[in-house]
């Protein structure tokens, strides 16, 4: 499919956290509820704090982003409808190729997320028990030393 990459507005936000809830929900089962408020509450935050891009469908909806900070791959989410459909490999495949961003940090228990970075040619690099919020979440760090 036909996607395109483009830098968003301010005013993009607000789709963009609707992305990443419909995205979570279907994805990140583990987290209780009040977690999801939370850090649903902290996104905006985020997200004027991070490099940002965008994937737009041919009619120029926003259909996922991504969120780069550091040299790391801070957020990578697709709505759900566009699962299974090349979104989430474009913007990786950006992150590699355009910025030559090869980190990124993934719930272990999101299970779908760890099988699609490993297909895309990512290693574990090492495993942390906690998130970075201190919850019990663990968090793989997975490196692609390929291109």
């Known amino acids: 499919m036909d996607f395109k990459i483009i830098r968003p507005a301010a005013k993009d936000y607000s789709k963009l956290v609707s992305i990443w809830e419909a995205s979570v929900r279907a994805t990140h089962h583990f987290l209780p509820e009040q977690y999801l408020v939370e850090i649903k509450m902290l996104l905006p935050q985020y997200l004027s704090h991070t490099e940002l891009y965008t994937l737009e469908n041919q009619a120029s909806q926003i259909i996922g982003f991504l969120g780069i900070l550091d040299g790391k791959i801070e957020m990578l989410f697709v709505h759900p409808d ?3 459909q090349g979104a989430g490999t474009q913007l990786v495949h950006h992150a590699l190729r355009a910025l030559n961003v090869r980190l990124v ?26 998130d970075a919020s201190g919850q019990p979440f663990p ?5 692609n030393r390929n291109d």
């Open 82 to 84: 566009w699962f299974g």
């Open 139 to 143: 968090i793989l760090h997975l490196i």
């Open 105 to 130: 940090d993934v719930n272990e228990q999101n299970t779908r997320a760890v099988d699609f970075y490993k297909k895309l040619g990512y290693t574990v690099m090492e495993r942390d028990d906690l």
